[in-house]
C-alpha cells in the first residue's frame, strides 16, 4: 500500500451545491474587476459574460443561487475546501495566514524559553488539492506541521533596535510568519530618530512611526542573535535545540530525527484530533458539511 502521508481526503455530501453568483455582461471595452467582499470571489467567464462565485453562506443582495456541479468546476470546489478549512481554524481561535499558495494556522503556546521575548507557536500549513492518484474525482487537504515564533519586543528595546537598522521590519500586530504583516507594508529601518523608527517602504518617501508599533519579523536567526547579544550564547544554543526538537529536526537526544516525516504526520492527526477539525462547512449557501479523514490518502494497493 502507497501512502501520501500528507494528503488528507475531504468527503462531499453530494454532488451538486448553491453558490450565489453575480453576472456580469461582458460586453464592455474593460473587463469588469472582481468585486472586493470580506469573502472570497472567484471568477469565471465565457464569451458574453463575466459569472463572480462568492465563497460565502451570507451572499450579497446582488447575486442569484445558481446550481453548481462538482464535476463542472472542481477547482472551484478545491478553493470551497480551502476556504472552509480556514474559517474553521478561525472559528477554533488559530490565527489564519494566508500566503501566495495555501494558508497557514497557527495557536500560541506556552512553551517559550523567554515569554518576555519571543512566543512559540504551533499548527499546520494547508492547501486543497483535487483529483489526487488513480481517483480524479476526490478533494481533500495537504497538511503539513508548522512551528513559528513571535517577538514580543519591539523597537524600543535597545538590543532589537540596534539589531533591525538595515533590516525589514513589520508591524507588532502581523501574524506569526517571517513573511506576512496586518496590511500594512513592511520595510526597512534606515534610522532611528528620537522616538520614532524612519522606515523605506519601496518608492515611496519613508514613512516616521513610533517605536512601539513595529519589530523585527522572529526569524530563527534573527532570534538567534538577539539572544547571543542579551542572554549570552548558551542562552541562544538552548532556544536553537528547543525549536529544531519542536520542529522535529532532532529528537530530545539531540540527534537527527529519522524519523521526521512519521513524527510530523503523528503531530498533524494530534492538532486535529485535538482540537475537532474532522468537521467542517463549506461557505456556500445552506452550509454544506464535509468531513476530513485523520488518515493519510490511499494511492496504491
Known amino acids: 500500500m502507497k501512502l501520501a502521508l500528507n494528503w488528507f481526503e475531504v468527503t462531499l455530501p453530494a454532488t451538486e451545491f448553491k453558490v450565489a453568483v453575480e453576472v456580469v455582461d461582458g460586453g464592455r471595452d474593460e473587463p469588469p474587476k472582481t468585486p472586493h467582499h470580506a469573502h472570497r470571489v472567484v471568477r469565471r467567464q465565457n464569451e458574453s459574460t463575466f459569472r463572480f462565485l462568492h465563497l460565502t453562506n451570507n451572499p450579497p443582495s446582488n447575486t442569484t443561487e445558481q446550481a453548481l456541479n462538482i464535476f463542472d468546476d472542481p477547482s472551484f470546489v478545491k478553493i470551497a475546501v480551502e476556504e472552509g478549512f480556514a474559517r474553521l481554524l478561525k472559528g477554533k481561535e488559530f490565527i489564519v495566514c494566508r500566503q501566495h499558495v495555501g494558508c497557514t494556522g497557527y495557536t500560541p503556546t506556552s512553551e517559550s524559553m523567554f515569554p518576555n521575548v519571543y512566543t512559540f507557536f504551533r499548527g499546520v500549513s494547508f492547501r486543497s488539492f483535487y483529483g489526487f492518484g488513480p481517483r480524479p474525482d476526490r478533494w481533500g487537504l495537504i497538511l503539513n506541521y508548522a512551528t513559528s515564533q513571535r517577538f514580543c519586543i519591539t523597537l524600543e528595546d535597545p538590543q532589537l533596535r540596534q539589531l533591525a537598522i538595515g533590516k525589514r521590519?513589520?508591524?507588532?500586530?502581523?501574524?506569526?510568519?517571517?513573511?506576512?504583516?496586518?496590511?500594512?507594508?513592511?520595510?526597512?529601518?534606515?534610522?532611528?530618530?528620537?522616538?520614532q523608527a524612519v522606515i523605506e517602504q519601496g518608492k515611496n518617501?519613508?514613512?516616521?512611526?513610533?517605536?512601539?508599533?513595529?519589530?523585527?519579523?522572529?526569524?530563527?536567526?534573527?532570534?538567534?542573535?538577539?539572544?547571543?547579544?542579551?542572554?549570552?550564547?548558551?542562552?541562544?544554543a538552548d532556544v536553537t535545540r528547543h525549536l529544531q526538537v519542536a520542529g522535529f529536526s532532532l529528537t530530545k537526544a539531540g540527534r537527527m530525527n529519522t524519523a521526521l516525516a512519521k513524527d510530523q504526520l503523528r503531530a498533524v492527526q494530534q492538532v486535529l484530533h485535538d482540537h475537532s477539525l474532522a468537521k467542517f462547512c463549506l461557505p456556500l449557501p445552506n452550509d454544506p458539511p464535509v468531513s476530513l479523514s485523520d488518515q493519510p490518502l490511499v494511492i496504491a494497493e
Request: one cysteine or more; hydrophobic letters at 35%; aromatic letters at 4%.
Open 169 to 195: 521590519v513589520v508591524p507588532i500586530s502581523a501574524i506569526p510568519s517571517a513573511d506576512e504583516d496586518d496590511g500594512r507594508r513592511s520595510g526597512i529601518l534606515v534610522s532611528v530618530q528620537g522616538q
Open 205 to 236: 518617501a519613508p514613512i516616521q512611526a513610533p517605536l512601539g508599533e513595529w519589530t523585527l519579523p522572529c526569524r530563527r536567526e534573527l532570534l538567534n542573535d538577539y539572544l547571543q547579544q542579551a542572554h549570552g550564547p548558551k542562552a541562544s
